[in-house]
Protein backbone atom coordinates (compact mmCIF):
# COMPACT_ATOMS: atom_id res chain seq x y z
CA UNK A 1 0.00 0.00 0.00
CA UNK A 2 2.58 1.95 0.96
CA UNK A 3 4.44 1.87 -2.71
CA UNK A 4 0.94 2.70 -4.17
CA UNK A 5 0.61 6.08 -2.33
CA UNK A 6 4.45 6.81 -3.15
CA UNK A 7 4.16 6.24 -6.84
CA UNK A 8 1.05 8.31 -6.90
CA UNK A 9 2.80 11.26 -4.88
CA UNK A 10 5.82 11.22 -7.46
CA UNK A 11 3.37 11.28 -10.45
CA UNK A 12 1.85 14.55 -8.71
CA UNK A 13 5.29 16.01 -8.16
CA UNK A 14 5.85 14.98 -12.06
CA UNK A 15 3.17 16.65 -13.34
CA UNK A 16 3.07 19.79 -11.78
CA UNK A 17 6.86 20.70 -12.57
CA UNK A 18 6.53 21.74 -16.00
CA UNK A 19 3.88 24.00 -14.86
CA UNK A 20 6.17 25.67 -12.86
CA UNK A 21 8.59 25.58 -14.76
CA UNK A 22 6.48 27.44 -17.02
CA UNK A 23 5.04 29.63 -14.67
CA UNK A 24 8.69 31.06 -14.35
CA UNK A 25 9.33 31.44 -18.06
CA UNK A 26 6.19 33.60 -18.15
CA UNK A 27 7.21 35.77 -14.88
CA UNK A 28 11.15 36.24 -16.48
CA UNK A 29 9.28 37.22 -20.05
CA UNK A 30 6.69 39.60 -18.17
CA UNK A 31 9.65 41.29 -16.54
CA UNK A 32 11.54 41.84 -19.69
CA UNK A 33 8.29 43.36 -21.33
CA UNK A 34 8.06 46.10 -18.25
CA UNK A 35 11.88 46.99 -18.82
CA UNK A 36 11.05 47.69 -22.53
CA UNK A 37 8.39 50.06 -21.21
CA UNK A 38 9.97 52.49 -19.79
CA UNK A 39 10.24 54.70 -22.96
CA UNK A 40 6.72 55.09 -22.95
CA UNK A 41 6.59 56.21 -18.91
CA UNK A 42 6.94 59.62 -20.12
CA UNK A 43 6.61 59.53 -23.75
CA UNK A 44 3.04 57.85 -23.83
CA UNK A 45 -0.02 59.82 -24.31
CA UNK A 46 -2.27 59.28 -20.70
CA UNK A 47 -3.75 56.07 -21.91
CA UNK A 48 -0.79 54.18 -23.61
CA UNK A 49 1.19 53.33 -20.75
CA UNK A 50 -1.88 51.35 -19.15
CA UNK A 51 -3.09 50.11 -22.08
CA UNK A 52 -0.12 48.64 -22.70
CA UNK A 53 0.21 47.10 -19.10
CA UNK A 54 -2.86 45.57 -19.18
CA UNK A 55 -2.41 43.49 -22.58
CA UNK A 56 0.58 42.55 -20.94
CA UNK A 57 -0.36 41.28 -18.14
CA UNK A 58 -3.30 39.52 -20.43
CA UNK A 59 -0.22 37.48 -22.29
CA UNK A 60 1.11 37.28 -18.49
CA UNK A 61 -2.28 35.37 -16.96
CA UNK A 62 -2.85 33.72 -20.57
CA UNK A 63 0.86 32.67 -20.43
CA UNK A 64 1.19 31.00 -16.65
CA UNK A 65 -2.78 29.27 -17.34
CA UNK A 66 -0.25 26.95 -19.82
CA UNK A 67 -2.13 28.22 -23.34
CA UNK A 68 0.51 26.97 -25.97
CA UNK A 69 1.91 30.36 -27.52
CA UNK A 70 5.16 32.29 -27.40
CA UNK A 71 4.34 35.05 -24.99
CA UNK A 72 7.96 37.04 -26.08
CA UNK A 73 6.85 37.47 -29.64
CA UNK A 74 3.00 38.65 -28.30
CA UNK A 75 5.16 41.68 -25.83
CA UNK A 76 7.15 42.08 -29.02
CA UNK A 77 4.68 42.81 -31.49
CA UNK A 78 2.23 44.81 -28.65
CA UNK A 79 6.36 46.80 -28.15
CA UNK A 80 6.21 47.58 -32.18
CA UNK A 81 3.04 48.70 -31.94
CA UNK A 82 2.84 51.24 -30.11
CA UNK A 83 6.36 52.88 -30.89
CA UNK A 84 4.57 52.90 -34.28
CA UNK A 85 2.32 55.14 -32.52
CA UNK A 86 4.48 57.01 -30.03
CA UNK A 87 7.74 58.41 -32.23
CA UNK A 88 8.94 59.72 -29.04
CA UNK A 89 9.02 56.71 -27.51
CA UNK A 90 11.41 55.53 -30.71
CA UNK A 91 13.33 57.91 -30.73
CA UNK A 92 14.19 58.07 -26.61
CA UNK A 93 14.87 53.75 -26.86
CA UNK A 94 17.21 54.55 -30.25
CA UNK A 95 18.79 56.63 -28.11
CA UNK A 96 19.58 54.10 -25.55
CA UNK A 97 21.01 51.81 -27.35
CA UNK A 98 23.97 53.79 -28.31
Aim: aromatic letters at 6%; glycine letters at 8%.
Amino acid sequence: MNARIYMLLLLLAASTAPAHASTDKCAVGYKNFLGKLSPFVETGGEDELPRLMRRGLDILDACASGDEFAPADIWEKLLTEARQHSPRATEESAGRGR
